[in-house]
């Protein structure tokens, strides 16, 4: 089995200034171990990573070294931390240029996430950057318990952003159609 046995997740923008398209996607292992990277006899099970990625024509990739995750003794990776208190995970989902006014930023994403919070133990928030690599995240969640699956678009017809989501409440009807089965 390879390590990385689970889909992955994440976005592409297009940067019509920079002429470069941008990827942030998730990689994920059921062998990963924390900030240490791999290790046999102490793993944790699905964890995952945000990586970042460029490209000048959608279709050859690089990995920039970004130098801000400790991975195998080593900072010389693509990956970027978004897991910052109270966020406890690393699932970066929607990523869009901003357009909210009166917040200093060029980026805004979403992220689900469980939360070091007794109120607000799960859900979406957003996440804000102005370079795709240092994320600073928004608390209390927009949407407390919902999303683990979810993306963010801008509307431009009703200048609004939309997310959509798997919701909490679907699974939960799903679970009780399957108990009757």
């Known amino acids: 089995t390879g390590i990385n046995g689970d889909p992955l997740d994440g ?4 940067d019509a200034e920079e002429k470069r398209f ?8 059921r062998l990963i171990r924390g900030m240490g990277g791999f290790a046999r006899g102490s793993l944790q099970s699905h964890g995952s990573r945000v990586c970042y990625a460029t490209s000048p024509d959608g279709v050859h990739w690089e990995k920039p070294t970004v130098g801000k995750v400790l991975y195998e003794n080593s900072y010389d990776n693509n990956m970027v931390d978004v897991a910052k208190g109270p966020i406890l995970s690393h699932h970066l989902s929607g990523v869009v240029i901003n357009r909210v006014p009166g917040i200093d930023a060029k980026l ?19 996440v804000y950057s102005n370079d795709g690599l240092e994320w600073e995240p928004h608390f209390p969640p927009v949407l407390p318990i919902d999303g683990d699956a979810h993306c963010l678009m801008w509307d431009p017809h009703n200048d609004c952003y939309l997310c959509t989501t798997r919701s909490a409440v679907h699974t939960h009807e799903i679970s009780r159609l399957r108990a009757r089965g």
């Open 11 to 14: 976005t592409v923008l297009y």
């Open 22 to 29: 941008h990827m942030w996607y998730r990689s994920h292992s």
């Open 108 to 126: 805004v994403g979403t992220m689900f996430s469980k939360f070091a919070d007794p109120i607000y133990p799960q859900g979406i928030t957003h």
